[in-house]
């Protein structure tokens, strides 16, 4: 059993919109989105029916890595605002009764950060032992990737991903060299700390939590219980109950059953890992394709592994994506999409949208990697709003743009989009209105599931007031499932059908249920 944090009720009917703040909205025509070209567009957010935002890192930073390689925590990066442009943006998110989370990323800086600045002089000051280094230039820091021969310190220095991301000493769980910091040292505990100082900054300017990059890799040589990064991260949830009691906090660890373990309240299905979560939307032979030969059997088993692992206490919740997977789109088309989110939005936990897959946006193939996106970097073009210049993205030249369009001439957009009743996006608002006046379809209904493998997906959602039966087939063909219990109302329904004989229902190919259960 896995005892969570008292969590804040503004979750329990949250839908998350995710914001990769360089390709929202430019407000100033440089080729670069901004905070007041987001702030623009906040209408268009609610009017979707998401109720909150996860913004993408969005700090002062050498934007090596899209910002995920931070220069300096407290200072907005100019390039989107000010800090005043920033608060400005909290304070219309909350003038519209909804919240916003920033993308915290504590465990490395960027090489340009002044902590690692100091951190390289040969001699010993306060930042001394912010980063993990060994004792010699000639000892690396395996398992870890190093930098080395950048100072005139003796030592080389772990990176956590790109060779400019130099890792953050939280401390070793099973110190095994001298270099090797135990996690109850000073050094160790000094850069708690200062990222407790940072998330207090923030949740004071007006933010109502965080996501936390890489949540279970800060402490190093972890046992396979994950109980140094635990430990940490039950020390965090302290100081939050202390100080932050209503602040959020979201993980990207892909195993439930430790990050809400450590306080988190919920924690990401991600597309890598043991979770499963590529077989429903990214694989040669996705599920929630029409073709109809996908497996979910490992997925579900994985899933409910993990739900009684924490007690059903905590939230799993399942992206629509993010800005380090494929579009949605590029592995399915958009009645294959309307199914999928069928499934998004009627499960437990908080539903996340990332930005423009509510309109079935595309990934862009063979464009040049930007700033570290790599292949990531088709999933990261600009937001396509309306058929004018950029897309009604940003009125810059268009080879000044962040990342090229879609080059599309049938690219779909905003604007279109929501023009048309039969349209994604559409389709996707009516799923949020839904789930809203049903809250056994919220993040903490219930849920009990019918099938296991094959077609069709059924499983149940309840709470003490009502009782939903959720049916998805996402197969061209027609499908059946037996159901002892008596049927009522169908509430919701996308496709042909739906029908019950005895105790057998079949569901239509490619066609979406919720019925409510007598």
Same mark, same amino acid.
């Given at each position: ?17 995710e ?23 906040l ?44 608060y ?43 980063y ?23 030592g080389?220095a ?18 095994e060299?001298?270099?090797?910091h135990?996690?109850?040292?000073e ?15 923030w ?28 430990a ?6 302290e ?27 919920m924690?990401?299905l ?11 939307f ?32 905590g ?28 499934f ?11 930005? /423009?897959?509510e309109?079935?946006?595309? @990934?862009v $193939?063979?464009?040049v990697? %930007?700033?570290?996106? #790599? &292949?990531?970097?088709? +999933?990261r073009?600009?937001?396509?709003w ?16 962040y ?5 599309d ?19 996707v ?46 197969? /061209? ?5 037996a @159901?002892? $219990?008596?049927?009522?109302? %169908?509430?919701?329904? #996308? &496709?042909k059908?739906? +029908?019950k ?14 019925i409510?259960?007598?």
């Open positions: 059993m896995c005892r969570t944090a008292k969590h804040p009720e503004w979750l329990d009917n949250a839908v998350f919109y914001i990769y703040p360089q390709s929202f909205m430019d407000s100033n025509g440089d080729g670069i989105g901004d905070f007041k070209g987001i702030i623009s567009k209408d268009y957010i609610k009017e979707l029916g998401c109720n909150a935002i996860w913004l993408n890192p969005c700090f002062k930073s050498p934007f090596g890595d899209a910002g995920y390689d931070v220069e300096d925590y407290f200072t907005a990066a100019e390039r989107y605002g000010t800090n005043q442009d920033l400005d943006l909290f304070e219309e998110v909350h003038k519209r009764g909804m919240h916003v989370i920033l993308d915290l990323v504590p465990g490395h800086t960027a090489v340009t950060h002044p902590w690692f600045r100091q951190s390289m002089k040969a001699e010993k000051n306060e930042f001394t032992h912010r993990i280094w060994s004792d010699s230039i000639w000892e690396n820091t395996a398992p870890l990737e190093c930098i080395r021969g950048i100072s005139d310190r003796d080389s772990a990176v956590n991903f790109f060779s400019h991301q130099p890792a953050l000493n939280y401390g070793y769980f099973r110190p060299k001298s270099w090797q135990p996690m109850d040292s050094d160790a505990l000094a850069t708690a700390e200062a990222i407790k100082e940072i998330m207090r900054f949740l004071k300017a007006g933010c109502d939590g965080f996501r936390v990059d890489m949540a279970g890799s800060l402490v190093k040589n972890d046992n396979e219980n994950s109980d140094g990064n635990v940490l991260w039950k020390n965090f949830r100081f939050l109950d202390r100080e932050f009691p209503d602040a959020a906090m979201i993980s990207e660890w892909g195993e439930p059953d430790k990050s809400l373990r450590g306080g988190f309240h924690d990401f991600l597309h890598f890992g043991s979770s499963h979560y590529n077989d429903l990214r694989c040669a032979e996705p599920y929630f394709s029409s073709r109809g030969r996908g497996d979910i059997t490992e997925f579900l088993k994985k899933y409910i592994e993990n739900r009684e692992k924490t007690d059903g206490k939230l799993i919740c399942i992206p629509s994506g993010n800005h380090d997977m494929d579009r949605l789109r590029r592995h399915l088309d958009t009645e294959e999409m309307k199914i999928a989110f069928a998004l939005l009627t499960m437990p936990g908080a539903p996340f949208i990332y930005y /423009g897959d309109i079935g946006m595309r @990934y $193939e063979n464009v990697s %930007v700033e570290g996106g #790599y &292949g990531r970097t088709g +999933s073009s600009p937001m396509q309306d058929g004018g210049k950029n897309a009604g993205f940003s009125s810059a030249p268009e080879d000044k743009l990342i090229p369009l879609d080059p001439t049938d690219r779909p957009t905003a604007e279109s989009e929501m023009s048309s009743e039969s349209s994604l996006r559409s389709e608002k009516r799923l949020i209105e839904f789930r809203q006046s049903h809250a056994a379809l919220q993040s903490r209904g219930g849920i009990q599931f019918v099938t296991y493998s094959g077609y069709p997906l059924v499983y149940e959602r309840s709470d003490e007031n009502e009782k939903l039966l959720v049916a998805i087939n996402p197969s /061209g063909e027609e499908k059946s499932f @159901y002892s $219990e008596e049927l009522g109302d %169908v509430l919701y329904i #996308y &496709g059908g739906v +029908s004989t005895g105790e057998t229902v079949t569901v239509s190919g490619q066609t979406a249920a919720v409510r259960i007598k």
